[in-house]
């Protein structure tokens, strides 16, 4: 099956005895061992059949053989760091979400190291991996806020030189716009939270591999830790992987009207997106994503970034991204608040920057609920 095909079938039965197109929701947090040939379902913190059914859909996205999928990106994301070990170092891209910098001051906690490097260029790579004990590499491509896009091939191959693993937070381009594991990744990490449910209504979180070894660590460790999601949360995702491929080509599209409108506005500074030439990574991008993706910030020069913020109509002033919605946000006071402001500086987060994550709405629509907000400014 291509690739569309599979987000609608993939992981997808008839119910045997009444045929359900939709299968049912399985709800029971234990399972009656006499009912079942060969037994396998015990406790619903280890088992679940609904929640099987989106990880097999989520693998096949990946031609992976292997899902975990989990309550929050959050969880996911911890999930992997409890492969390390105290001594060990993490190497991450310098520029993340901040609950990924939350988590790696709580891994520093119980003695493992973190590195934040520029890994954009093969000279940066290599000087970040140049220190004993790296086990793991953190990648975000393209990063939150400012859209820096990383060769994860490259990434891949000095990394698997040194024997480490190499994780790719791939929540911004969806399994739909990049592909980590094919392009060398050990795993891909989602918050299905995002474009995968796609309506801002369901917390969630995924892991994707090839390795069996790996799959059964963070089954084990999910089972043990008890950050499992629950079976209506598992439906709301797999619901919305059905018209994944639909809304991420549409707000493909509704971004690069933003970005084009953006270009023409005095109140507009430097302006992030994979998709402009520009861009210090357009020729990398465009080599491993299918398109540039939903998501762009800029910096404003027009004022304070609240007062921009207030102009805004159709854009919901708030955090997440990739749903039905559109969205703005400024990091500096939202998503990257908890980041002390050194560091943000020292990332090139500035208090003027804005994020802007496209929906589904028509395109015009978005544009000019963007040029009134820009004009108010100016």
Known sequence: MRFDTRLVHGGRRATAGTGDVVPPIHVSTTYERRAQDNPRYFYGRGENPTREELEECLAGLEGAEFATVLSSGQAAAATVLSLLRPGQCVVSTDDVYSGTDALFDLAARQGIRVRYADLTTPEGIDAALDQPDVALVWVETPTNPLLTVVDVAEVASRTHERGARLVVDNTFASPVLQQPLALGADVSLYSTTKSIAGHADVLGGALVCRDEDLHASFRSYRTAAGNVPGALDCFLVRRGLHTLSLRVHRQVGNARALVERLRTSPAVGAIHYPGLPEH???????????????????????GPAEQLLDRFVLFSCGVSLGGVHSLVECPALMTHRPVPADVRARRGIGDSLIRLSAGIEDAHDLVEDLSRALADGT
């Open 280 to 302: 210090p990574q357009h020729a990398v991008a465009k080599a491993q994503m299918a398109a540039s993706g939903s998501m762009v910030s800029f910096d404003y020069l027009g």
